[in-house]
């Protein structure tokens, strides 16, 4: 079924400078849908894309779910009706990863995430419809709600790094950051058997966020190292999650784990960092990347919403129409800002 829909969405067009488009029509390519969007997330990303506007342009707005209101014919997939979010195909099969026999790290799969590949959407989900590949276009379960749905991005991309850190049951664990990113690693953490989760945040709103959602070791980053210290007895974290992204505190992160345990980055840098390899090499540091997610991580994550092992909703703080969106990448950007995730309801 081909149809042709109207859209309005918004881009960067410089610094601190969006712009609203209105398209007379939207068409699938013969290998893709149009997605009525629902809602859109923003996150960090977005606000360091507002900021500098560096980023792909469909990256700009990439947690989004919606309806299929068209689909190309040469889709088997998916169908008009369904519900989907922002995803990444399966493996292809067919570039240097996949022949190699990575297919974890499909090189397709990881432009598609990375909003780079040659039938990229045009914009992101900052709009009313979005015309994308149906590789993309990952079926929504029944049990889960749209806001949770909306929220199935950043929830997937904390079940990824999760996953690669491999926690033992019962390690000891710190995540570094209580936004929404750090507040969904702490929850896959202790999903994943860690035996105690600590949380560092600077925020009262967020440390009062991380206790709701149970944690009870929740302290100011200055109170961290007194804590574990005293958890430990002196050893150090089996796990750290690094979720701020803040560059400088990458050296003081290591410095947290015991020794032969591991430093799992997650917060994204702006800036270079500079590190003591030889305190990481000595104290034989596991040091482990993470960004973006794989299929089947999707599977993994909506399977855990949907049967209430980890709580996106009440991380949903506001809903904005597209109107409003300049206004709260202002108020994000502040740093003042208490919400923890806005979503953007392009109908409102």
Known sequence: MTTAVENKFVHIVAPREAETVVEDTVTPAPNGVVVDIRYCGICATDTHGYASAALPPAVFGHEWTGTISAVGAEVTTVRVGQRVVAGVGPACGACAQCRAGHAANCDLAFAEANGITDDAPAHGGFATTLKVSARRAIPVLDALSDEEAALMEPATVTFHAVKRAAITLGS?????????????????????????????????????????????????????????????????????????????????????VRRGGTLALLGYPGTDSSVSYGDWQSRELTVIGSLAYSHEDFKGTMTLIAEGRIDVKSLHTGTIGLGELVDMFDELDSGTSTHAKVLVDPNR
């Open 172 to 256: 000891i664990v710190v995540v570094q950051g209580a936004g929404p990113i750090g507040l969904l690693t702490a929850q896959h953490a202790r999903t994943a058997g860690a035996g105690r989760v600590l949380v560092s945040e600077p925020s009262p709103a967020r440390r009062s966020a991380a206790r709701n959602l149970g944690f009870a070791d929740v302290v100011e980053p200055g109170d961290l190292a007194a804590l574990l210290n005293d958890v430990t007895d002196g050893l150090g974290a089996d796990v750290l999650f690094e979720c701020t992204g803040v560059a400088a505190l990458f050296q003081p992160s290591a410095e947290l």
